[in-house]
């Protein structure tokens, strides 16, 4: 309102008054302001009513809200008043609590107090009858006291009755000569070998506060009866082998006795270690422990007879220099390697390890192997068994089975046991490749056969070389023996099937330098016979046959192993996998090596039987006239066509190949050929002129052509005759401008794309000797 | 995951105790664990790293130094793409045993593997093999030389970078050999400079002191035999 008057003294001060016009203006809009002011003032009285309304509701509920706040105090106080008597009830609670505890100890100390007399009684009376588990029983009693404890009832109740200090000190003595005697007394039992005497005190040990010691002279004494037994064993191994009819394993067997002997004392002394000195969780893996060391002396007396029996270190000699020998040889002549397959085969050397000599013995090795490590195992799942019984929390749990991890660890018997492997992989190794290299060497092929025997022998030893590496259930060792297959077949075995490949494919001493090598290759060899052409091109597709089987072979391999190895290591840790994996994969690689020898010995195949053959056939194409009248069409068609020679030719080229090769080398062959016959005729028919009838016959010779080529494979051979199937098209055209209705696409969804350019196919037409040069050039194309 | 343009594969060899194992975890995990025990067999790592914006995957198998190990750790030298010789600086007898290394590399790695020879322990003070002596063994070995501390992390990175970016260089130019569509990736690579080139240039530009040494050009020259 204010602002509005105010502003009306600016509206009238601004204005002008100076005429009775502006004046009653002026008026007239004061009046226009005022009717204005006076319809907002009754819109503003007429919420009076309203207002008041809500002013009277807001008092009325001002009374209400005093009583709540009173209640609200109420309840406040009520509260409050709870609090402190549940406080002081709680109170009362907890007091008597402390005074029930209280008591409770005080009986407990009382208890103690009376056993402490009866023990203290007992004992004496108990260690004088020599009833030790008696007296054992009541220092168990005493030592289960809280000595501390002890120790304050005494000074509580000192002066009316020292008898307490004087029961303390009487069981304190007590359970020292009860420790000092049952030691004594165990020790005689082990004197007179008395085994019930020995496990009568070994139970007592724990009662007397000796876990530690009882396991120690327990443990002592079984370690003392099993080696007495291996000795005696140890001597008889080869009678007792032979007993059995296993003198080949007798070493492994030895091995097997030796490590269950240990694995059956912990197996029968778990529970009774549980049940006496369960309270002393270490006690099953302190044992296990000394246990290990006396294991260990066995094993590695057993070992050095296994060593001494077998030959082992003259057998690793003899592997050894026979490697050096090799690498030498290789050094010396690199040219020699590479034409002969095979590093001369074994004779020579009396002194050279057969590889058959050591295979019997690198089977008792990965029996060995896999012994010990399900001995390992064995021991592991003991003594998790163990944990779990004894302790419940996890943490704890795993303390004990990483005190037994280390053991494992440091202890001899895993030395020998890596020791063992490498002795494997090395005979092993030796073994793969020798007889590879023997398969090489006797590689024989029986007529009528695609392949020859090598590709079967090789994969056979070299699966059986994986298997055996499985049964040493180690990771590491089946890795390295993967590995060597890979290496193994990357060198040798390639090297064998590339070399003939290398040498090319004689094919009728068409190309003289190809026959002078071919003659060289053989003089070589020291094998040159009258049919020599035909042996070198027989082997020539047997290893190309080869070459192909093992692609096939490896993947079958690789896949098997996968199984196998999946079974026998199921619960294998992520990284083993991947270790494993990658070295899997080497084999994969060794695949696409032999998949490049198999394309490498196609191509030889072109550039020596195929480009030489077919050359002079499509020539012939050149010598027929494609120039021809009604009548020397009849003639030529009532003779032998250009198409129906080829035809004859190229069959009998393929005839001679279908059944030596394997079924993809030969599609890769025919699929080859076509590529050649068809780049050849082009040629060819770009060298010559045709007329209307030329060009017709050309057309129905390449569709011949095509339908023969097609027959001859599975693989899809009409994609390569498109080019020519087109050109013929073009040169059989009755006019040139017969050529837009083809070329235009949209007009033929039927036929494939062109695959010639439109100069090309100008210059074709140009081939067509009634045609119009200047047609040609006017074709929109 | 598996979405990476390169896999190389890295064999650390050398005796027992120079610390392969320490310098396979500083570089993967980033831990330097003292009171390492002894491998056994061969240990599998892999990082995948980024070199030159492509993604690398790098699988290292770090072996066994120890001699029963021996006919499992050489069989992964084949397949390697690189192998790593180790000794330590403060021990005498790891720097003696190198020529035997050596031979055992000639007779079972490819004759173009990468060789890079290693005096790990920098961070010790009680130095016996200066390095002038390793880098004059590395020159005369067709080897690469770095000193390295697993300890300190001190060189750890960048021996596995290069060593990566050395491979990649082999493989374009490999690969620029046989198909012409690489040849703009040999471009890259400075005109197709093949092997050793490539690493010490490298080790030129990011102009550190010692540093690895390139020992001329043998690398791809067969080692006969």
């Known amino acids: ?781 | 995951m598996e979405d990476y343009k390169f896999l190389f594969k890295i064999v650390l060899v050398g005796n027992a105790g120079v610390g392969k194992t320490c310098l396979v975890r500083r570089f993967t995990q980033g831990l330097f664990p003292p009171g390492q025990g002894a491998t056994i067999g061969v240990d599998f790592m892999i990082k995948t790293v980024e070199v030159e914006g492509e993604k690398i995957k790098l699988q290292i198998w770090d072996t066994a130094g120890q001699e029963r190990f021996r006919s499992i750790t050489q069989s992964y030298y084949r397949s390697a793409h690189a192998l790593i010789l180790v000794y330590d600086i403060s021990c005498q007898p790891t720097f003696d045993c190198l020529p035997d290394w050596l031979r055992e590399i000639q007779e079972y790695a490819n004759s173009k593997v990468l060789k890079i020879l290693v005096g790990n322990k920098t961070d010790r003070d009680d130095r016996e093999i200066p390095t002038q002596i390793g880098e004059e063994f590395a020159k005369q070995h067709d080897m690469y030389f770095l000193e390295t501390s697993a300890k300190e992390a001190e060189n750890v990175e960048r021996l596995f970078y290069e060593i990566a970016a050395e491979l990649i260089g082999q493989a374009r130019s490999k690969d620029g050999n046989s198909a012409a569509a690489a040849a703009a990736q040999r471009q890259a690579d400075g005109g197709g400079s093949i092997g050793l080139g490539n690493l010490s240039a490298k080790a030129a530009q990011s102009n550190c002191c010692g540093g690895l040494n390139s020992s001329g050009t043998g690398n791809n020259s067969s080692q006969g035999g």
């Open chain 1, 1 to 781: 309102m204010e602002m509005s008057k105010l502003n009306l003294n600016e509206m009238f001060s601004g204005w002008d008054i100076s005429t009775t016009e502006k004046v009653d203006e002026g008026l007239l809009r004061i009046a226009e302001k005022e009717a204005d002011v006076n319809a907002r003032l009754e819109a503003v009285l007429s919420k009076q009513c309203q207002i008041e309304a809500k002013l009277s509701g807001i008092s009325k509920a001002m009374t209400t809200l005093l009583a709540v706040e009173n209640d609200s105090n109420k309840l406040n106080m009520q509260i409050v008043n709870t609090a402190q008597l549940a406080e002081s009830v709680s109170a009362k609670v907890r007091r008597l609590d402390l005074a029930r505890c209280r008591a409770s100890e005080c009986q407990q100390r009382v208890h103690d107090l009376i056993d402490l007399q009866l023990c203290s009684q007992g004992v004496v009376k108990a260690i004088n009858e020599e009833d030790y588990e008696k007296g054992a029983g009541h220092i168990a009693r005493f030592l289960a006291m809280d000595q501390q404890l002890l120790q304050r009832t005494a000074d509580d109740v000192q002066g009316s009755i020292t008898s307490v200090s004087d029961a303390v000190r009487t069981l304190e003595d007590a359970t020292e000569k009860m420790r000092e005697l049952i030691s004594k007394r165990f020790d005689e039992a082990v004197q007179h070998d008395d085994l019930a005497s020995v496990e009568r005190f070994f139970k007592i040990f724990p009662l007397v506060g000796c876990h530690r010691i009882g396991i120690e002279k327990f443990s002592g004494y079984i370690c003392q009866k099993l080696s007495a037994k291996a000795q005696k064993e140890l001597r008889n191994t080869q009678d007792i082998a032979k007993a059995e009819r296993r003198l080949h394993l007798a070493y492994a067997d030895r091995l097997t006795a030796i490590l269950e002997n240990f694995a059956r004392v912990v197996e029968v002394n778990q529970p009774i270690i549980e049940a006496f000195y369960g309270q002393e969780s270490s006690s099953l893996v302190d044992m296990v422990t000394i246990l290990q060391r006396e294991c260990d002396l066995e094993v590695k007396n057993l070992l050095l007879e296994f060593n001494k029996n077998r030959q082992i270190q003259y057998r690793i000699k003899q592997v050894n220099d026979s490697a050096q020998r090799q690498s030498g040889a290789s050094m010396a002549g690199n040219s020699i390697q590479s034409l002969g397959h095979y590093r001369k085969p074994s004779g020579g050397s009396i002194d050279k390890l057969n590889p058959k000599d050591i295979d019997a013995i690198i089977a008792e090795i990965t029996v060995m192997h896999s012994r010990i490590e399900l001995y390992f195992r064995f021991m592991r799942r003991r003594l998790q068994t163990n944990a779990e019984t004894c302790l419940q929390d996890k943490e704890a749990q795993k303390q004990i089975l990483d005190v037994y991890e280390k053991v494992v660890k440091q202890c001899d018997l895993s030395r020998q046991m890596q020791e063992i492997l490498s002795t494997y992989l090395l005979f092993e190794k030796y073994f793969m490749e020798e007889s590879v290299m023997k398969a090489i060497g006797l590689d024989t092929y029986e007529a009528g056969q695609q392949c020859s025997s090598m590709v079967d022998e090789v994969f056979f030893i070299l699966r059986k070389s994986i298997r055996r590496s499985l049964t040493t259930q180690s990771i590491n060792g089946t890795c390295a023996v993967i590995n060597n297959v890979a290496s193994c077949l990357d060198g040798d075995f390639v090297t064998a099937l590339r070399a003939p490949l290398k040498n090319g494919y004689p094919s009728g001493y068409i190309d003289l330098a190809q026959a002078y090598n071919a003659i060289q290759t053989s003089l070589q060899q020291g094998k040159l016979h009258s049919s020599d052409a035909d042996r070198v091109r027989t082997n020539f597709i047997v290893q190309l046959n080869n070459a192909d089987m093992s692609t096939e072979y490896i993947e079958t391999l690789w896949q098997t192993m996968e199984q196998e190895i999946a079974g026998t290591f199921p619960n294998i840790s992520p990284v083993e996998r991947q270790l494993l994996d990658s070295c899997l994969t080497e084999l994969k690689t060794i695949r696409d090596a032999l998949k490049a020898t198999v394309d490498f010995g196609i191509q030889q195949l072109r550039s020596s039987a195929i480009r030489p053959r077919l050359n002079p056939w499509v020539d012939e194409f050149l010598n027929y006239s494609h120039h021809l009248t009604e009548e020397e069409l009849s003639a030529y068609e009532a003779g032998e066509t250009f198409v129906q020679y080829f035809i004859v030719q190229l069959d009998g080229l393929l005839n001679s190949f279908k059944n030596a090769l394997s079924a993809r080398n030969y599609d890769a062959l025919v699929s080859i050929l076509a590529t050649e016959v068809t780049n050849r005729l082009e040629r060819a028919i770009m060298k010559s002129t045709f007329n209307r009838l030329g060009g017709l016959v050309l057309d129905q010779e390449v569709r011949a052509l095509g339908t023969y080529l097609t027959g001859a494979t599975s693989w899809s051979v009409r994609d390569k005759m498109t080019r020519l199937s087109q050109i013929a098209t073009l040169l059989n055209l009755d006019k040139v401008s017969e050529l837009s209705e083809y070329w235009n696409p949209e007009n033929n969804s039927e036929m494939p794309s062109w695959r010639l350019t439109p100069n090309e196919a100008r210059t074709i037409l140009a081939l067509r000797s009634d045609f119009r040069m200047d047609d040609i050039k006017r074709l929109q194309l």
